[in-house]
């Protein structure tokens, strides 16, 4: 969905349905109905505030920016969504820290043969303040990684999407941190991998590496987590 | 012969009073320490901004101050008042803060007085109650007055119909006959069923909610309780003057009165046993007074005594749970054009009562106790105090239900776990959540669990008796729920409510219906309602329809159609008639489908009503059903 503020163009609102919207359109059972929507901001480039200041950066945002077409392709229909706050007078926002088993330089090592598993931890740290608000902290997390690669051991995808990313919607830990920021624990593990996946998915320099990402998103805080996982063919 | 002596000189400041005094106590969020901190959370640069540095929209606009109250009133004006001087030669512009230092030499208008007299001051804050009882008490006594006539009526009829009937020994049912002709006679005429069936205010009839009574009452007594009565009385009379009002079954302030009989006795004893009426002293006329300033007086008769509006005083004070009040710092305003004032020091749940007052600075003549020269003495009178306010710090603004509300399935705990956000609350005094489950849309909600996070130093009762076994005590807010009850064969109805600080909840959260799909391995859900629903009516927002639209029939082949609305017309009170029947001059059309379910074969027709009516006979229909004949309802086929 894009919506366009231009007096000079007829658009106002842009809005098409989904894959997912028109899969449960066409179960016309009565079960489809709008309940609620998302704002994002995918378009805006904020850096552009960092170059030009506020004053001048904002116009420039709001006068240059242009809006996206609505997309049916709810995987790139919004990236970065909008939350809402009640607490005007917040200043700073939390943010995901990752600890864990073989995690080198934001880089977590695994094997396909031995060391399958890695337990790792994300957790909810601020900067320059004495605690989280209560509306940022997170009570879920969704991780979303390759399908074909790795899992989350014992629990079962909420979603897999057409370009075989599966995301999990999993529940905080019962432990908080001094700041009240919550965390929360997964082991990953690798799926089992062909030698012609790793042909064909193996870095252009070793064909017995294949490199993957992983995004850890806050439900609450938006605030998220992106980190590498490397697959060895021979560990 | 008796002789009388002259009486005393009374000595008396009138000076205009504040008009206007309102106020308006604004929550703007929460803080753990809001019923015991009466600094108000507020930035220290904030607290010490004076009063002047306070515009209008200055705390409106500001996040950061937690709980205020807003008074207003409007500006003094000074015209029209006794001939005196208007030029003032004090300039106050660079004296800060001059009431506030000055404040223990301020004379309120009331006790500026010589000796030898008592100024007093009333003010009945229950006096709407004592007036609502007087009316009510009066209301009641007409209407049972009212009513023994009726009876009465209606007890000469009934005696007249038994008479009537033993008279002409009929059977019961001829009786029953006869009573039906005695009904239908021109005593009671059919018009009048008809008129009762459309407009009973045409019978002369009228219905009152006694709830809405008492609101209008009470706002009708509302003002009352503002007046304020200000009387001087020699001290030589005191106490006899007050006694009689105290013993006064309808003195209104008899009350007020009673506890000061004591000390008025002893002022009038000891007035009268310093008496000394065949002599005059110079305290009966002579006024001291002290001064914030003196200054040089002309030597000539140039100067005239002079006055200037320099600013306010509200008092405060704060009401103990016992009634009694107790004084808080008042409130200086150092600007005669402000017209409003914002305290901020403020506990939530207390009652304050505020008052105002307008400071003046009076400049005139007097004699200087030292050098016995004339010299231009300067002294302050605050006016005579608005009525009192009374503030009570309470908000009763309930709080949003949980939004983003989601179950998911836990793969570990092989239950569903309910999952919901903060919803936006600039308030931010949510303090509870509570999961509810039903088995279907036919049960109520049950409580499963309450998550209770309160941080409050004084937590309010809450207003609902939770189970204390369903109640979880967090020192941080759960925005989950596991429900390890849920079978894989269940299917629940789940909800959330939120609950604030002060008790108030919300209304449901969004419904989902879950189940678990064993193909899947996860669970199903459907929507069952939108949030919204208020606690009693869990249904209120059904996403379904609340009845079937079809009619089932077999075995016929003609269908008769009658008009036959439960109402004709609908008139909004004191408007016009609602469009509540669509008709053909509406363009509006009843659609009604046959279906044949054998063969799959439907047919449409169209009912559509045809009103006749004329704008004479709209006006008649209003008490009469039998223009029924005037709608004409026609099938197109």
Redesign the interface.
Known sequence: MGFLDHTTNNIILDAVLTDGGRRALSRND??F?F??FALGDDEVDYTTIQKFGRVVGKEKIEKNTPVFEALTNQNFGQKFRNI??????LVRLPILSLTGEGLTDNIVSLGATTTKTATLTTTQTIQDEDSVD??L?D??FEISLNNDFLQLQ???P?LIDGTKVATY?V??DSI?TSV?GSRVTFTLEVRSISSSQFTVFGTSSNKNLIRTFIKVRG??SGAVKEFEVQINKNN | MTVSYPSRPVVAVDTPEVRNFNFEFVYK?FTPDERVNEEGSVAPDILKKGSLNFDAGFLDKN??IARYVKMSWTQVSLAGDFSIGTEFSANLSSRNEFIRVNQNKIYREEEFSNSGFTGMEFQDTGLDGKMYLLASGSLAKRLNSKNIQTARAINDQLEFLADSIDTNKVSLLDAAKYLAGEISSEDLPNQAIIDSLTDLGLSGAKFYDNDQIKERIDSTFEKLKRVKTRIRINNKILNTSLTTSATDPLGIFSDEIGPLLVKASEIQGEEISRSKPESIQESEFDIVVDPVYQRTSPKDTSFLPTRKHIGYIIDKFERAENGTLIKKSPIFIENSNTTSAFDIKIAYGSVYVYQIRAIYLLEFQTFSDDSEDMVVSAIMVSSAASPRLVAECVETVPPPPP??V?I?????EKAP?V?W????????DIKKFQVFRRSNINEPFFLHREFDFDDSVEPTDSLERVNINLTTRL??????W?DKSFKKDSSYIYTVCSVDAHGLTSNYG?QFEVKFDRFK??IVK??IS?SGAPKPYPNMYL??DAFVDTIKDSNHTRMKIYFDPEYLSVIREGSKEEPFIGTKQKNTVYKMQFINVDFQQSEVLDIIINDLRTTKTKSLFKSSLDKISNFKAYIKK
């Open positions: 009565g079960s109905s309940v609620k809402s706050v009640s607490n005007p007078n209560v509306e902290r009570q879920g014992g629990q079962v909420d919607l529940r905080r908080e009240g439900v609450q | 969020f996040n950061d939004q983003d989601d998911i399935w836990d793969s570990i776990v999952m956000n903060f919803p936006v609350n600039r308030q931010r020192k941080s807010p759960q925005n989950f596991i969004i391995n996860n459907k929507l939108n996403n379904a």
